[in-house]
C-alpha cells in the first residue's frame, strides 16, 4: 500500500472542495513493494523522533497521550479534528485553492466515510487518551501505524488491546471496521475455512 494514505487523503478532496463534488475514494495501492516506502515515511519519523525504531516511537507517543489525558478543559472532538485537518495540510505542505479551512474540516467530519483512513485514525488515538487506566504498549504502535490501510482492505490482524479500541471507534463512527479485524492470524485463518468469511 502507498506509505502516505493521509496525504492521499487530504490531497483528493482539497482541488475538488470549493465545487462541491462529493469525495472520491483514493487508490491506495502501488504496483511495486518498493513504493511501499517513501521518503515521507522517514521524514514522518524523524519528526516523531523515531529513526531508532518503533520502540523510540512508542515512547514519543506514550508521552504526547499523557500530555492529553491531564488536559483539563479539551475541545471538543469535532473541533479538534478541524484544527488536526489544518495541521496536517501543513505538514505535508498540500495546496491549498482558497476558502475556509474550517469549513473544509467541518466538511471532512462530517461524513466518516470521506478521508477514512484518516478520520480512523484520528477516533482511535482518542479512543486510546480516553482510556486512562491502560498504559500504551510498544505493540500498539505497531499496530496503530497501520490502521490508514483498514478501510481499504479486506481483513487486517491487531493485537487484543488495539481489536478493542479499533472496535470501539468503528462504533463511534457507525462503520463495520470491527468485522475486518481479528486479534490474531489464526483467528482469521479459522474464520475463512469455517466459512466465516
Known sequence: MHPAI??????EPLNT???????????PFVARFDRTFGAETVWNLHCHGALGGLKDFAEKMRQIIGVDRKLRIKPSLKENFVN?????IKLFNLNWPGGSLRDFGNWIYDDPKRCPGVRLVYEVWHTVTRNKTVALQFSDMENYQHITCLPYVNYMTVDRRMHNYISQASKTLDLRYQERIFRAPNDLITCMTSGGV
Open 6 to 11: 493521509a496525504r492521499l487523503e487530504l490531497q
Open 17 to 27: 472542495f470549493l465545487t462541491y463534488r462529493e469525495y472520491a475514494q483514493i487508490e
Open 84 to 88: 488536526t485537518i489544518q495541521r496536517n
